[in-house]
Each structure stands twice: as C-alpha cells, then as structure tokens.
C-alpha cells in the first residue's frame, strides 16, 4: 500500500496514514526550537537542508505534549513505581505476595497527537512493574476484561500449568474469565511477563507487558551479601542508590507490521522533554526490558559515560564491564551500573543507538545535579 522508500517519518508528518483510530492527529517531529519544520520542506519533501537556517537546533524531539492524566500513567512515574503486591505470610512461614491484573482496552497517547487502540493489562503499557523478592510465594489473579482472549506469561521459573500458554493448563482466558497464577518467584533478576495468545505478535505489541523484577535474598548468597543486599527494595544499602526501570517498546499505529514510535516506558521523547533527574553522589541501576516487536533488536546507549551490565540480571556480578551500549533481542533484559560522581552538572543523552529509532522517539536524558561543580 505504501512505498517502503518514503520515510515513515513523512506519513506522520502528511498524515498519509490510514484507519483514524490509530492516528488521531500528526506528530512534527524537529527541532525544539523550530516549531517542528525541522528538516522538511512545506511540500513534505525530506531534503538536505534546514528550513530554517541559521536556527541553532536542538534536537529531533516532539512538539506539543502527551495528556498523561488522560492516559492514566506518566512515564515519569514509572520509572520508579514499583508494584510490591499485598504482603503477608504463610502457614510455613513464606511470604506471599497478591497481585490483581485486569486486561482492559485502552486508547492510549503514544506521541503528542498519536492515539494507539491498546490492550493493556491494568489500564497502562507497560504493565504495573511487579517486584518481589528470591524465594516469595507469587499469586496474580487474572481478569480478562478485553475484548480478545489472553494470558499472563511470566518468565522465570515455574510449573507447565502456570506457563500461561495456549493448551497448557488453563491456556488462554477468554474475555469475561479469570485465572489465578502461582509460583515462587525465582531466579532474581530482570524479568518480564506477556501476553501469550496467539497471533504472538499482535497481542505482545499491543501493550500486554509488563516488568518482573525479582530481588535476590541477601541470606542465599554470602559470597555477595552486600552486593545483593543493595538490589533489595527496602533495606539501607538499596537506598544508597537510585533504581529506574525501562521498557523499551516500539508501537505499529497503522498495523502495516512495522513500528511509527518507538520509546522507553511508551511515551516518544517523554525523558527528553523532561529529563530525568540524576543525583550525582548516588549510582544509577537501571533495569532494562526490551519488548520491541517488528524490529529483532533495541539498544541503550549512554552518552558520556560507561556502564557495568548484568545479562538478565541473574548474577550479582557484572557480565559486561566498562561499555556504553548494550543491544537486547526481544525479551531480553538486563541490569545497568552507572554513576555521575565526579561529572559536572547538565543533560547526558541516552537513547537507541538506532538513529531512526531515536529520532521516532527513543531519546532521552539525564539532568545530572551536581551541587559541587559549575558547568564548564
Ligand atoms: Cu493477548
């Protein structure tokens, strides 16, 4: 239907793309400073040369901005609202942790402009980022109230009956249906749950995501007590540091099976707009989950500065030392290690090492804060 040799850029931009439900508006992606003519011509034209010459660009970024009150979650907020369930204890002593999840559909703001028709679980993409600890009993009752049959698949370790896969066990839940999920929660690490209903791809991308963060229990692991008791959510040596947590998601808003935006935590240039602040005498972990469909590979890229990684974050010791870019098939996550110490104050870029990635969105920075030094 369209001509794959005509940026996809330029049908957000001319509004060429179809099915109104998907695209309720255009996005003018350019410089901050340029009210969006950025690089196009008014005919629509890509060319070499600015528009406007001699305006100092910023940047490829967004114009306008995102109602996240209408969406029902901020981007934001995400990075550190971790969903830790109801807590209580066992006959034998374990701790269970409760958790609710509701498939809904939802239209949801993508890019200032951009409406995407998405099933989500909760009413949000991604999902609530469940965390618990090595070892915890795991109980998420399940409540398909969408239009479309689904699961919940987590990764990590469990039984056949609670994969969340079709033919398995309960296999999928039907609209109107319910199923209650548990397990221990183990190994710790990175973790993510999906959707698996079939087809695959439909459902995963449409927003049925979401981050599964197991801590490790310092007690198991002598040999690292200190390192695993600063991954526990609660204790002093966890508050030493500053934990964000990343999706990195891309969305088909006209369903030609090819992404139009792409972001971290949904929401195109939301950390460029409004950087993320960075305390400069705290280190950084940040867990990263890649559930970009369509394309077979994401990527983070720090601008800067280097990072220790932890591949799926399931050893308490780095995998990958002293690196600035890490790529993740889907599905793939990790641990990331950084710190700011000594760094004057300012904006660090990060974002996809993908140039088209970044400039439909995965882009972003930290607002460094350095009470101690000047900007150079
Ligand atoms: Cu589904």
Same mark, same amino acid.
Request: hydrophobic share 35%; with cysteine; proline share 7%.
């Given at each position: 239907?369209?001509?794959?040799?005509i940026?996809?850029?330029?049908?957000?931009?001319?509004?060429?793309?179809?099915?109104?439900?998907?695209?309720?508006?255009?996005?003018?992606?350019?410089?901050?400073?340029?009210?969006?003519?950025?690089?196009?011509?008014?005919?629509?034209v890509?060319?070499?040369?600015?528009?406007?010459? #001699? %305006?100092?660009? /910023? =940047?490829?970024?967004? +114009?306008?901005?995102?109602?996240?009150?209408?969406?029902? *979650? @901020?981007?934001?907020?995400m990075?550190?609202?971790?969903d830790?369930?109801?807590?209580?204890?066992?006959?034998?002593?374990?701790?269970?942790?409760?958790?609710?999840?509701?498939?809904?559909?939802?239209?949801?703001?993508?890019?200032?402009?951009?409406?995407?028709?998405?099933?989500?679980?909760?009413?949000?993409?991604?999902?609530?980022?469940?965390r618990?600890?090595?070892?915890?009993?795991?109980?998420?009752?399940?409540?398909?109230?969408?239009?479309?049959?689904?699961?919940?698949?987590?990764?990590?370790?469990?039984?056949?009956?609670?994969? #969340? %896969?079709?033919? /398995? =066990?309960?296999?999928? +839940?039907?609209?109107?249906?319910?199923?209650?999920?548990? *397990? @221990?929660a183990?190994?710790?690490g990175?973790?993510?749950?999906?959707?698996?209903?079939?087809?695959?791809?439909?459902?995963?991308?449409?927003?049925?995501?979401?981050?599964?963060?197991?801590?490790?229990?310092?007690?198991?692991?002598?040999?690292?007590?200190?390192?695993?008791?600063?991954?526990?959510?609660?204790?002093?040596?966890?508050?030493?540091?500053q934990?964000?947590?990343?999706v990195?998601?891309?969305?088909?808003?006209?369903?030609?099976?090819?992404?139009?935006?792409?972001?971290?935590?949904?929401?195109?240039?939301?950390?460029?707009?409004?950087?993320?602040?960075?305390?400069?005498?705290?280190?950084?972990?940040?867990?990263?989950?890649?559930?970009?469909?369509?394309?077979?590979?994401?990527?983070?890229?720090?601008h800067?500065?280097?990072?220790?990684?932890?591949?799926?974050?399931?050893?308490?010791?780095?995998?990958?030392?002293?690196?600035?870019?890490?790529?993740?098939?889907?599905?793939?996550?990790?641990?990331?290690?950084?710190?700011?110490?000594?760094?004057?104050?300012?904006?660090?870029?990060?974002?996809?090492?993908?140039?088209?990635?970044?400039?439909?969105?995965?882009?972003?920075?930290?607002?460094?804060?350095?009470?101690?030094?000047?900007?150079?």
């Open positions: 239907m369209f001509d794959d040799k940026p996809r850029k330029l049908f957000l931009k001319s509004g060429l793309i179809t099915g109104a439900s998907a695209l309720l508006g255009s996005i003018f992606f350019g410089s901050g400073d340029s009210q969006g003519v950025g690089e196009q011509s008014s005919e629509g890509e060319t070499d040369e600015p528009a406007h010459p #001699g %305006v100092d660009h /910023n =940047g490829m970024t967004a +114009i306008g901005k995102v109602d996240h009150e209408k969406n029902g *979650f @901020d981007p934001h907020e990075l550190t609202d971790w830790t369930g109801k807590v209580s204890t066992l006959p034998n002593g374990q701790r269970l942790r409760e958790f609710q999840m509701i498939a809904v559909d939802k239209e949801i703001e993508v890019a200032p402009g951009i409406h995407f028709p998405a099933w989500t679980y909760n009413g949000r993409v991604p999902g609530p980022t469940m618990c600890t090595e070892g915890d009993r795991v109980r998420v009752e399940f409540i398909n109230s969408g239009s479309h049959p689904h699961t919940i698949h987590f990764h990590g370790i469990h039984s056949a009956t609670m994969d #969340g %896969v079709p033919g /398995n =066990g309960p296999g999928i +839940i039907n609209p109107g249906e319910s199923f209650t999920y548990e *397990f @221990d183990e190994p710790f990175c973790h993510l749950y999906h959707c698996h209903s079939m087809p695959l791809k439909r459902h995963m991308h449409k927003g049925l995501y979401g981050g599964f963060i197991v801590d490790p229990a310092p007690e198991n692991h002598p040999e690292f007590e200190e390192v695993a008791r600063s991954r526990l959510l609660g204790t002093p040596e966890n508050e030493e540091w934990e964000l947590f990343m990195m998601n891309g969305f088909d808003t006209n369903f030609d099976a090819d992404n139009e935006i792409y972001a971290a935590n949904t929401v195109a240039f939301a950390y460029q707009q409004k950087p993320i602040p960075i305390k400069h005498d705290k280190p950084t972990r940040v867990y990263l989950v890649n559930v970009t469909e369509f394309d077979p590979i994401n990527s983070f890229h720090l800067a500065n280097f990072f220790d990684y932890y591949d799926h974050g399931t050893t308490l010791y780095p995998t990958k030392e002293t690196i600035d870019t890490v790529m993740l098939c889907q599905a793939q996550r990790g641990i990331l290690e950084f710190s700011f110490e000594d760094f004057e104050p300012g904006r660090y870029m990060f974002h996809a090492h993908q140039a088209e990635f970044a400039e439909l969105g995965w882009m972003s920075f930290f607002e460094v804060i350095n009470e101690n030094k000047d900007v150079v």
